[in-house]
């Protein structure tokens, strides 16, 4: 048995104080009772971890169970045998309806139930590209839930106040014995509020909110990008009866630019059209940028798909970690009708060229 509370929660025997309350409480939500009504195996096994949990969680405990010996609450070093004694509420003195409300209700034990925070809301707003590019700040109206104007979010009749509840006498828990441990639930009285309103408040009903519409204005940093998500804490809707408000996440829409293309890795691209013969001799051509526009070389013999690029002229990188570059696509542009005098121009350049085949190497490659 030296192991077998360790077994038990499925860590090592040099688990860390914090392994062993995860795996106590991943395990204890999913046997929880609650969760598997009607499943004695489940309950059992519930039990078991539960126990095991209250002696390994216990340095005093777990010492005396590592050396082999006998621990507070249990006959000898099996804590699953008889002879155990379980105290009120739980193992050795663990109130498990402190536990369960810890777990289920994100903390707290004894004292007054938790304030509940409330919802998080999504919104999206729509950005042209150069917003995007450069950043901007932009308004949004969000309908949401916010505290009562009139009871101040208490759910109380103005010159009235909530009563605390008798049944939980304020913890917003109740915890029902069943055996030799206790099943922690939200209150039925109050539904798990600690309070109860006598004279609800007339505007609200006594929930303490009201539907309102808020607008905020968003500062978009420069660089983002289609789908990025903006947070706002505390811009979402309040928290029932003076519980904090959650948050709000703005998602940007942008709208694609007819010129540039954004690429994975943060830079930009354009297509730029060549002609054959700047294609052939090279030259300077000018080409858009984000801030007007600037010249670049291309070189002579320039192939069909070839790559420019001008550094830093691209949108700042995300952390202000400088700029981006701008790459272009250079594409030669053949013409589907050719004038007369350019029908002529092409017979002659073909000549010039005495009938070079440019696939021979291809075919030659091929065996054909």
Same mark, same amino acid.
């Given at each position: 048995?030296?192991?077998e509370?360790?077994?038990?929660?499925?860590?090592?025997?040099?688990?860390?104080?914090e392994?062993?309350?995860?795996?106590?409480?991943?395990?204890?939500?999913?046997?929880?009772p609650?969760r598997n009504?009607?499943d004695?195996a489940?309950e059992?096994?519930?039990?078991?971890?539960?126990?095991?949990?209250?002696?390994l969680?216990?340095?005093?405990?777990?010492?005396?169970?590592d050396?082999?010996?006998?621990?507070?609450g249990?006959?000898?070093s099996?804590?699953?045998g008889?002879?155990g004694r379980?105290?009120?509420?739980?193992?050795?003195?663990?109130?498990?309806?402190?536990?369960?409300?810890?777990?289920?209700?994100?903390?707290?034990?004894?004292?007054?139930?938790?304030?509940?925070?409330?919802?998080d $809301? =999504?919104?999206? #707003? *729509?950005?042209?590209?150069?917003? +995007?590019?450069? /950043?901007?700040? %932009?308004?949004v109206?969000?309908?949401?839930a916010?505290?009562c104007?009139?009871?101040?979010g208490?759910?109380a009749?103005?010159?009235?106040?909530?009563?605390?509840?008798?049944r939980c006498?304020?913890?917003g828990i109740?915890?029902?014995?069943?055996g030799f441990?206790?099943?922690?639930?939200?209150?039925?009285?109050?539904?798990?509020?600690?309070?109860?309103?006598e004279d609800?408040?007339?505007?609200?009903g006594g929930?303490?909110?009201?539907q309102?519409?808020k607008?905020?204005?968003?500062n978009?940093?420069a660089?983002?990008k289609?789908?990025?998500?903006?947070r706002?804490?505390?811009?979402?809707e309040?928290?029932?009866?003076?519980?904090?408000?959650?948050?709000?996440?703005v998602?940007t829409?942008v709208?694609p630019?007819?010129?540039?293309?954004r690429?994975?890795?943060?830079? $930009? =691209?354009?297509? #730029? *059209?060549?002609s054959?013969?700047e +294609?052939l001799r /090279?030259?300077? %051509?000018e080409?858009?940028?984000?801030?007007?526009?600037k010249?670049?070389k291309?070189?002579?013999?320039?192939k069909?798909?070839?790559?420019?690029?001008?550094?830093?002229?691209?949108?700042?990188?995300a952390?202000?970690k400088?700029?981006?570059?701008?790459?272009?696509?250079?594409?030669?542009e053949?013409?589907?009708?050719?004038?007369?005098e350019?029908?002529?121009a092409?017979?002659?350049?073909?000549?010039?060229?005495?009938g070079?085949?440019?696939?021979?190497?291809?075919l030659?490659?091929?065996?054909?």
């Open positions: 048995m030296a192991d509370l360790y077994k038990t929660l499925g860590v090592s025997k040099d688990a860390s104080d392994e062993i309350k995860k795996a106590y409480r991943k395990l204890a939500r999913q046997y929880h609650d009504p009607d004695p489940a059992e096994k519930f039990k078991e971890i539960s126990a095991a949990h209250d002696t969680a216990d340095p005093e405990k777990r010492k005396e169970y050396q082999g010996g006998q621990f507070a249990f006959g000898g099996n804590p699953f008889g002879g379980a105290q009120a509420g739980g193992f050795g003195g663990a109130d498990f309806g402190d536990i369960f409300s810890s777990i289920f209700r994100g903390g707290g034990g004894r004292g007054q139930a938790q304030a509940v925070r409330g919802r $809301l =999504e919104t999206e #707003v *729509p950005l042209s590209f150069d917003q +995007a590019v450069n /950043g901007a700040q %932009i308004s109206t969000v309908p949401k916010e505290q104007q009139t009871c101040h208490s759910g009749k103005p010159g009235t106040s909530p009563v605390t509840c008798p006498e304020g913890r109740d915890a029902q014995s069943q441990f206790s099943i922690s639930q939200p209150c039925p009285q109050c539904g798990g509020a600690g309070q109860i309103i609800p408040c007339p505007t609200c929930s303490g909110l009201t309102q519409t607008r905020y204005k968003v978009v940093p660089g983002v289609d789908g990025s998500r903006i706002l804490a505390g811009k979402g309040a928290g029932p009866r003076g519980g904090p408000s959650g948050d709000l996440y998602t829409r709208t630019s007819p010129v540039f293309k690429l994975d890795d943060g830079n $930009l =691209e354009v297509t #730029v *059209p060549i054959i013969p +294609a /090279g030259g300077t %051509i080409v858009p940028t984000l801030e007007g526009t010249k670049i291309v070189a002579a013999g320039t069909h798909g070839a790559i420019q690029r001008l550094k830093g002229e691209g949108p700042p990188k952390r202000g400088g700029r981006g570059d701008i790459r272009y696509r250079l594409e030669i053949v013409p589907t009708e050719l004038s007369e350019q029908s002529e092409a017979e002659k350049l073909a000549e010039a060229f005495n070079a085949d440019p696939r021979e190497e291809l030659r490659k091929a065996g054909a």
